[in-house]
């Protein structure tokens, strides 16, 4: 794919992330020609975060970015996918060099950077992609991870005989950093976020009340650990 520079506004994104080889071929792999299948048999269920491919790009650690295109990424395969523009296929990108991904949106650009495992304060098995609630901060990131739910306890097997079909759950996660400068899960609760800043809970419980916060999104929750992580 052709590469072309990206913005400066996404140079603190890019620097602070982590390298890895692209290149692109098709839905191959087990899990994602599988979930393909099912999604075919049941629209209301795919693999995928969007609902719709929306124009993106990949990101480079070097701060070049691929060709825009439209993209989703794959919350059960944990990848990036893309629509190839002759086709129509959905086509699978080979993305280990790639530090994150950039969506296109009316509301503003998302922007999801890859976080390995070891970063989290309960060490994970593999790396994945994490939205940054705030970006460039990494302070609040969410993680998207879709399970495929089997429709009867002893297993299914895809056929054109099988009138049952399974769906794919998504479960949403969030994170904040900790004082190790971990990322710890917390739940959208005053009470969830205080828990791990119990060593500054008293700062923080009048940093809250003074500033009217209230935690009912992701993004309620960033002034807040910005200013813990700066005492």
């Known amino acids: 794919m052709k590469k072309i520079k990206t913005f400066a506004v996404y140079a603190i ?5 982590s390298s ?3 290149a692109q071929t098709s839905l191959g792999s087990s899990n994602l020609a599988d979930g393909v299948k099912v999604m075919r048999s049941n629209r209301n269920s795919t693999p995928f975060l969007m609902n719709e491919f929306k124009v993106g790009y990949g990101v480079y650690e070097n701060g070049e970015t691929t060709t825009p295109q439209k993209i989703n990424y794959d919350a059960y395969g944990n990848s990036l ?3 190839d523009a002759g086709s129509g296929q959905t086509l699978k990108m080979l993305d280990a060099k790639f530090v994150g991904f950039i ?3 009316e509301e503003g650009d998302v922007i999801f950077a890859k976080i390995e495992g070891n970063a989290f304060d309960k060490e994970k098995n593999e790396e994945r992609y994490y939205q940054l609630v705030s970006p460039p901060s990494k302070a609040v990131i969410i993680e998207y991870e879709k399970e495929f739910d089997y429709p009867n306890a002893n297993g299914w097997t895809s056929s054109q005989n099988n ?6 759950d998504m479960d949403t996660k969030y ?3 900790n004082k190790n400068k971990k990322y710890e899960e917390v739940k959208l ?8 800043y119990k060593d500054k809970k008293d700062q923080l419980s009048k940093y809250i009340k003074t500033n009217n916060i209230d935690i009912d999104s992701p993004e309620d929750m960033v002034p807040l650990v910005e200013y813990y992580l700066s005492l």
């Open 175 to 177: 994170y904040i950093l």
């Open 103 to 105: 969506i296109k949106s």
């Open 81 to 83: 996918v893309y629509k």
């Open 189 to 196: 609760k005053e009470k969830s976020l205080l828990k791990v």
């Open 13 to 17: 994104f890019i620097s602070s992330l």
């Open 20 to 22: 890895l080889m692209t």
């Open 163 to 168: 009138t049952k079909t399974g769906e794919y």
